[in-house]
């Protein structure tokens, strides 16, 4: 006589194990979960569904902070977050490499053309550069996605705010978010002026 295999046979303490735990998104339900990724999609533009919506999706189940990476950040630093009205994070980036340099070497004479950074007697002033834009550009690469979540939450809470209808609230988030290529344009013009003026000196 064999023995059962049936489920009833089986001990208490065999059953299944449990379903995995869903993100906080999906457990709110669908439609409202649509709607915050409509909201973000129009915050962020073109490039929410191609690069965005996987960098974000951490925050959007969490918002605590958690290092993710952003490449464009990382590479090109203050001008990304002016790029995307990050502009608080702009100046941040911006400035910190003079404030950190001021504050490691008090006493060093910051080389003010090519040549001088050339010589010698200056390397170890370009070696602090370097080491303090790297630590800058990794510090950027690490927070850019974050920073970019918050504002656009931030614009949301605004723009549910406003009077408006619930239909125009994507609008109102577009005009907040996307980028900024005027502010862009004019930073590398400035930029680029400095670049020449230091070389022809």
């Not at 590479?75 to 003079?98: S, V």
């Not at 070497?105 to 040549?115: F, H, K, N, R, V």
């Not at 930029?191 to 022809?200: C, D, G, I, N, W």
């Amino acid at each position: 006589m064999t023995e059962s295999n049936s489920p009833s046979d089986r001990p208490e303490n065999q059953s299944a194990p449990p379903p995995p735990e869903l993100p906080r998104w999906a457990q709110a339900g669908g439609a409202a979960a649509s709607r915050d990724e409509a909201l973000l999609a129009a915050f962020i533009g073109p490039r929410w569904e191609s690069v965005y919506r996987r960098k974000l999706q951490v925050f959007v189940d969490d918002p605590q902070f958690v290092p993710t990476w952003n490449w464009s950040a990382a590479l090109f630093g203050p001008l990304w977050f002016l790029y995307r009205k990050l502009y608080l994070q702009w100046a941040i980036f911006f400035f910190a490499p003079l404030v950190a340099i001021r504050l490691l070497g008090p006493d060093m004479e910051l080389p003010q053309t090519l040549d001088e950074m050339m010589k010698p007697e200056n390397q170890s002033v370009v070696n602090l550069i370097a080491a303090v834009r790297i630590s800058l550009s990794i510090a950027a690469g690490g927070t850019a996605n974050w920073f970019l979540f918050r504002r656009a939450r931030a614009a949301r809470r605004f723009a549910e705010t406003q009077d408006v209808r619930m239909s125009d609230t994507p609008a109102v988030m577009q005009r907040l978010g996307g980028v900024n290529r005027l502010g862009m344009g004019l930073f590398l013009a400035v930029m680029a002026v400095q670049v020449l003026a230091s070389l022809r000196g």
